[in-house]
């Protein structure tokens, strides 16, 4: 999987990995390596004025590799970030 956030692209074997691969990248958070679901929540209030509140919760109900692709969906369905396609 091939995701550009910012005009660079990062690759993982999953959504996990590429989400994890931002998360390296972003110097402005200072919990790397903790819940990836803390990350998102934190990265997603950033987006509050380019993404609606109701699609900045993620779900509790929803494992680690659903709730990462559905973030970098939501990335790409308002023009933050693209999804470009996968890896062989």
């Not at 609606?52 to 109900?61: Q, W």
């Given at each position: 999987m091939i995701f550009r956030l910012n005009e660079k692209e990062v690759s993982g074997t999953s959504a996990v990995n590429v989400v994890r691969a931002l998360e390296?990248?972003?110097k402005e958070y200072r919990h790397r390596g903790g819940p990836i679901r803390q990350y998102l929540i934190w990265s997603l209030n950033r987006l509050g004025g380019s993404v609606?509140?109701?699609?900045?919760?993620?779900?509790?109900?929803l494992e680690d590799e659903a709730l990462a692709l559905d973030y970098l969906l939501l990335l790409d369905e308002y023009g933050v970030g693209k999804m470009i396609g996968t890896t062989d």
């Open positions: 390296r990248e972003d609606p509140a109701r699609d900045l919760d993620p779900s509790e109900r």
